[in-house]
């Protein structure tokens, strides 16, 4: 089993619609939860990250956090064709230790 | 503030050559770490440079070498590369202090290496 599991899609959605990307882990001794975007061609950059659980806004973005049933999500409003990229749940122990991803999910966004 | 640069963006080797991928870490930054995306997947942990030791690897062969320069820029080195080897080499840098809070990780764009 992979320590980091997330469905990779595709995801196609309409301009505007509310999209829920998911991960879920199998260690518990993870305790930061992160969300990276990755355009074509670039590397990840960071969207929001947690500590424990929770949830966590960001302007149209909120990623959540359930540590009780090792689940991340990330929930993203009034979804724009800029938003068309490969979302990277990832996860770490502690401050620097590596990061552990899922295989991404493609999403895009029509206009 | 200049980012994390990477050097070169694009390779083409052909199985069994070596390789040599460049990394310049962020201003202020004292960490590295390397990653391969193979295409399709999540970065996978390489290993990890913390003022110029290695300081933790993944589950990658001897022939994944590396090295940590006292600039904090570093080199990925793979030898007698195999087809598998291609993918999207990405280095992140990152602030370690003495204490274990988050510390984010900056990606660079990447290098692709195609083995032919």
């Known amino acids: 089993q992979k320590e980091v599991e997330q469905d990779p899609g595709p995801l196609s959605v309409p301009e505007g619609a509310i999209v829920s990307l998911n991960c879920t882990y199998s260690?518990?001794?993870?305790?930061?939860f992160m969300w990276y975007r990755q355009y074509s061609r670039k590397g990840p950059e960071l969207l929001m990250y947690?500590?424990?659980?929770g949830n966590k806004e960001d302007g149209r973005f909120t990623a959540q956090v359930d540590k009780s049933s090792k689940y991340i999500s990330l929930f993203i409003r009034d979804s724009q064709p800029s938003d068309s990229a490969t979302y990277l749940c990832?996860?770490?122990?502690?401050?620097?230790?590596?990061?552990?991803f899922g295989k991404g999910t493609r999403l895009s966004v029509i206009a | 503030e200049t980012g994390v640069t990477q050097s070169p963006t694009h390779l083409i080797k052909t199985r069994g050559q070596q390789v040599t991928l460049r990394c310049s870490s962020q201003?202020?930054?004292?960490?590295v770490s390397w990653y391969q995306q193979a295409l399709g997947q999540g970065p996978q942990f390489i290993f990890q440079?913390?003022?110029?030791?290695?300081?933790g690897r993944g589950n990658f062969p001897p022939r994944f070498s590396g090295l940590q320069f006292p600039n904090y820029s570093s080199e990925l080195n793979v030898n007698a590369l195999e087809l598998d080897d291609s993918a999207l080499y990405l280095c992140?840098?990152?602030?370690?202090?003495?204490?274990?809070?988050?510390?984010?990780?900056?990606f660079g764009p990447g290098t692709r290496l195609t083995v032919l």
């Open positions: 990832a996860t770490l122990r502690a401050g620097n230790t590596p990061l552990v």
């Open positions: 992140a840098s990152s602030f370690a202090g003495m204490t274990s809070v988050y510390n984010e990780q900056f």
């Open positions: 260690n518990s001794a993870f305790q930061y």
């Open positions: 440079y913390y003022r110029e030791e290695e300081n």
């Open positions: 947690t500590y424990s659980s």
């Open positions: 201003s202020g930054h004292n960490t």
